[in-house]
């Protein structure tokens, strides 16, 4: 993959969508990841302040859940096993841990020796990725394997965020390193490497949340001060894409069959108004 890394070109993908919405009339539902058999989870930001994490299943069902005792509820990410990760604050704490979750079975998790954790990714082995906050007041990427925590930290980052992380190991995130831009890198076999989107205008930086087991990169890039353009990153070239008519498009998720899903915000052409959406699309 590091030969694909240094291309860098740009061009626009060709992709087919599905656009519809969750059915969370008390807030605004964000796609976080999507698994082989289609399955999307996410969270919905609620009128309230607060979130609570959601799963949606192929045939339009969605399940709505908060953590045991919390007050504040996101899922990231749900491997092919239905194993779902994410993160809570539980109720009159400001500590936010992370969770692992299957079926009714919930553990949560906390870099040690208790400090807040998000956790972001899951592959199908069940390595998971994620990052915590130091108290230093900084945060680092981190992968979780067998029980025993790593650091993972970019040349020069300040923050550091792991994201996704594929079935062979690949890991995909973002870092800073002092600035309000932000970069993305790829950890592969035990080497970090930056990868940004080119000529990027300075609004924001590279987003990397996602990696395919085929090494399809997604994310989104600023191109404006409230406007977003989704990517996907393969072979050498990032391919932008939007959802028809939005003015912010983010891939947040890409499954074993490249299918990708995210949110994005549509404008209707004559009143304006503006509509939050869940989105899959296949891209070429």
């Not at 990027?200 to 399809?216: A, C, M, Q, R």
Request: hydrophobic share 40%; with cysteine.
């Amino acid at each position: 993959m590091f030969s694909a890394l240094v291309s860098h070109a740009q061009s626009a993908a060709s992709c087919t969508f599905n656009t519809f919405q969750i059915p969370a009339s008390n807030g605004v539902a964000i796609a976080n990841g999507i698994n082989r058999y289609g399955n999307i989870v996410g969270f919905v930001n609620l009128f309230t302040g607060h979130t609570e994490g959601f799963t949606r299943f192929t045939n339009g069902q969605t399940n709505f859940f908060t953590a045991p005792n919390a007050i504040e509820t996101l899922i990231a990410r749900r491997n092919d096993f239905g194993v779902n990760v994410g993160s809570f604050t539980p109720k009159g704490s400001t500590i936010s841990n992370g969770f692992v979750m299957h079926g009714t079975n919930f553990q949560a998790v906390s870099f040690p020796p208790h400090l807040p954790t998000f956790l972001r990714g899951i592959n199908s082995t069940g390595v998971i990725v994620g990052t915590y906050l130091g108290t230093d007041n900084h945060f680092d990427a981190i992968k979780l394997q067998n029980g025993k925590f790593t650091i993972l930290r970019p040349p020069g980052a300040v923050d550091a965020f792991a994201n996704g992380i594929n079935d062979q190991g690949v890991i995909v995130g973002v870092y800073f390193t002092g600035g309000v831009d932000s970069h993305g890198f790829v950890l592969q076999n035990g080497t970090i490497h930056t990868l940004d989107f080119p000529h990027e205008v300075g609004f924001g930086g590279t987003t990397l949340n996602d990696i395919s087991n085929t090494g399809e990169i997604v994310g989104f890039v600023w191109t404006g001060p409230d406007t977003r353009a989704a990517f996907i990153f393969s072979n050498g070239v990032f391919k932008t894409f939007n959802v028809p008519n939005a003015r912010l498009t983010e891939a947040n998720g890409i499954n074993a069959f490249n299918v990708i899903t995210g949110h994005a915000i549509v404008v209707d052409p004559k009143t304006k108004n503006e509509t939050d959406v869940t989105y899959t699309a296949k891209c070429r």
